[in-house]
C-alpha cells in the first residue's frame, strides 16, 4: 500500500499512572541495569588498561549507545504506561526489545499488540527500528507491521521527527498512544483502514474485534 506521511506531533507523555514491569517480573529489570552496566564499567577498565589504539566509528557509536540506553531503559522502567510491558530476550543487549500494548479504551480494548524494537548502533543520532508483529487493522498500522508515527521519522519537514533529544520513553509512549490520542484517521499508511472508518464506523469496529480475536490473544 502507498505510504503517506503522517502530521502528528508528539509532546510529552501524558500525566498517567505509571508502573516500571518487566515481563510482568520486576525483579527483572534490577539484573538487567546491572548486568550491561557492570559489562560497560569492566570493558571501560579494560580499554584504560591497554595502549592506546584507533577505534572505528562504528564501535565508538555502539559504545556511546550502549551507555544511553543504560539510562534511558531505567527511566523507561519508572515511567512505563501500565498499559504496556517491555521484555528483553538477552539481558546484555538493551539495543533490541519487545514491547506489548493492551489498550485499555477505545477500538482496541482488550487487544494485545506485539512490538519489535531495534535500537541501531547510530543511535541516537537516528530513531529506533519499530516493527508491529501482530497483524491489526489500523489506520496507521499496516496488516505486515510498517508503522505511520511521526517521532520514528529520521527527516521531518515539520519539526515532528526524530531528534537525539528523544528516548525510548518517548517512543515507547508514543506507540502506546497510537490506540488513542495519535490514532489519526485523516493522514492513514493503511488507506482501506480509514476509508472503512469513514464509510462505516460499526463495520470497521467489527473488523478491528475480529482481527483482535484471531490475532491479538
Not at 91 to 117: C, M, R, S, T, W
Not at 128 to 152: A, M, Q
Not at 176 to 202: G, M, Q, V
Request: proline share 7%; hydrophobic share 30%; charged share 30%.
Amino acid at each position: 500500500m502507498p505510504q503517506r506521511e503522517r502530521r502528528c506531533v508528539l509532546g510529552g507523555p501524558p500525566e498517567k499512572e505509571s508502573c516500571g514491569i518487566i515481563g510482568g517480573r520486576p525483579q527483572i529489570k534490577t539484573v538487567v541495569m546491572l548486568t550491561l552496566a557492570s559489562k560497560l564499567k569492566r570493558d571501560n577498565g579494560v580499554k584504560g588498561n591497554r595502549p592506546s589504539n584507533p577505534t572505528s566509528d562504528s564501535t565508538r557509536r555502539v559504545s556511546v549507545r550502549d551507555k544511553l540506553l543504560v539510562k534511558e531503559v531505567a527511566e523507561l522502567e519508572a515511567n512505563l504506561p501500565c498499559t504496556c510491558k517491555v521484555n528483553f530476550p538477552d539481558p546484555n543487549k538493551l539495543h533490541y526489545f519487545q514491547l506489548i500494548v493492551n489498550p485499555d479504551e477505545g477500538y482496541y480494548q482488550a487487544g494485545k499488540f506485539q512490538f519489535e524494537i531495534e535500537v541501531p548502533d547510530a543511535y541516537n543520532m537516528v530513531p529506533p527500528k519499530v516493527k508491529c508483529l501482530t497483524r491489526i487493522w489500523h489506520p496507521n498500522i499496516t496488516e505486515n507491521g510498517e508503522i505511520c508515527f511521526s517521532l520514528l521519522r529520521e527527516h521531518s519537514i515539520d519539526g515532528t521527527g526524530w531528534a537525539p533529544t528523544r528516548t525510548l520513553k518517548d517512543v515507547v509512549w508514543g506507540l502506546n498512544s497510537l490506540f488513542t490520542d495519535l490514532l489519526n484517521f485523516d493522514d492513514p499508511l493503511n488507506i482501506e483502514a480509514a476509508e472503512h472508518h469513514l464509510r462505516d464506523k460499526e463495520d470497521f469496529r467489527s473488523k478491528v474485534q475480529d482481527y483482535i480475536k484471531r490475532y491479538a490473544r
